[in-house]
């Protein structure tokens, strides 16, 4: 039976969630995901096991993603001396430290957000306003397409994919997703986040209280997340978490 450490990880190497412009190519040693867009999510690695072949994998890995930007994903499970010297000789750098958090659904107590409710995404204009709370909450600017769109929206309608907003009465300030990994008894938490001016508010709180509910609602044991170590980890450790390794992006520029 594999550890919640490792059940964490592979949420990571599920790939029913990609576009149709997005290949996928899965050797024994790694799952990567390319694109032409300029989109790191479509041009990732999702899983890693190169143990005793590491100049192997990343050379290919990093012909792979040729004239893109290229993540790497690092944790406890695939990490070696190794890997981080082939890694910087073909260009990479450690760019973004993660912190993984993981917590029993069971052993969740929500904590108290006082005139604020989470809903899961049901509709179009829910989905619009997700995305875009999500941007402002990350400072970003995301491109979807309508077809995209309406893919995410049959995603969260299903047993895989939902989404949570967070209101403030009539107006959303907070969002956060999750995707079941059923086989592995458990919950990937992604993209919780609040907006800059409805901070401190709980509405976080809310949105955790949303996705815990719903992953147990669906039988699940566990729910986890990697958490930026200097923004996003303190808060996951205050809704009753606990540290179990690190996840650390190495990328290489276009």
């Known amino acids: 039976m594999i550890s919640p450490d490792e059940r964490l990880e592979r949420t990571q190497w599920d790939s029913f969630w990609v576009p149709a412009d997005v290949t ?151 969002a956060g997703g999750i995707t079941a990994h059923p086989a592995h008894g458990i919950g990937f938490l992604w993209g919780g986040g609040t907006v800059p001016e409805s901070r401190h508010q709980r509405a976080y709180s809310a949105v955790m209280e949303a996705r815990v509910r719903w992953a147990a609602s669906v039988g699940l044991e566990w729910v986890g997340l990697y958490a930026k170590t200097d923004t996003s980890a303190p808060v996951v450790r205050r809704q009753g978490f606990t540290r179990r390794g690190f996840m650390t992006f190495w990328l290489r520029p276009a």
């Not at 799952?31 to 990732?44: F, G, I, S, W």
């Not at 690092?74 to 190794?82: F, G, I, L, W």
């Open 24 to 174: 996928i190519v899965e050797e024994e040693t790694f799952k990567v995901l390319c694109c032409p867009r300029a989109d790191t999510n479509y041009n990732m690695i999702l899983r890693l096991r190169a143990h005793g072949r590491e100049a192997e994998a990343v050379s290919h890995i990093s012909a792979l993603h040729a004239g893109v930007r290229s993540l790497v994903p690092v944790n406890p499970q695939n990490h070696t001396a190794q890997l981080e010297l082939e890694l910087e000789r073909h260009g990479y750098f450690p760019a973004v430290h993660h912190d993984a958090y993981l917590i029993r659904t069971a052993d969740y107590v929500p904590r108290p957000h006082p005139g604020i409710e989470a809903l899961l995404v049901e509709e179009m204009d829910e989905l619009i306003a997700f995305q875009d709370v999500n941007d402002r909450a990350f400072g970003k600017r995301t491109t979807r397409t309508r077809q995209e769109y309406e893919q995410f929206l049959r995603d969260g309608r299903g047993d895989r994919i939902r989404r949570a907003l967070a209101w403030d009465g009539h107006t959303p300030i907070a």
